[in-house]
């Protein structure tokens, strides 16, 4: 599976964006499908996942309520609609497919290249 998000870009605070990550492969929706963060000196972190069959998602607390995390399987794509964006969650934005049973990096069998998501204040 090859992944490719796009989407990010700079945006002022209280401003939203939405993240798309493609997948080649027929078996994107056998994988549950996360997105990942890092900011500069930071480790890369979960922000938000979903299931195979979209019918469950989780999010890291300081995203809650502002971000939403959906995707459509017959089009092998993943989104990540932020709002109420913050300057903390400027980061680059990673997308990646589940492999293990937890949300850590280290569970991710396959990563995309990362979009850069700037927030101004």
């Known amino acids: 599976v090859q992944l490719q998000a796009s989407g990010g870009g700079l945006v002022q605070a209280g401003g939203s964006l939405r993240l798309s990550c493609v997948a080649s492969g027929r078996t994107f929706s056998s994988y549950g499908m996360g997105w990942f963060r890092q900011a500069p000196g930071k480790e890369r972190e979960f922000a938000a996942g979903?299931?195979?069959?979209?019918?469950?998602?989780y999010y890291t607390d300081s995203v809650k309520g502002r971000f939403t995390i959906s995707r459509d399987n017959a089009k092998n794509t993943v989104y990540l609609q932020m709002n109420s964006l913050k300057p903390e969650d400027t980061a680059v934005y990673y997308c990646a497919a589940q492999y293990g049973g937890t949300w850590s990096p280290t569970d991710m069998r396959y990563w995309g290249r990362g979009t850069q998501v700037t927030v101004s204040s």
């Open positions: 979903i299931s195979w069959s979209g019918g469950r998602t």
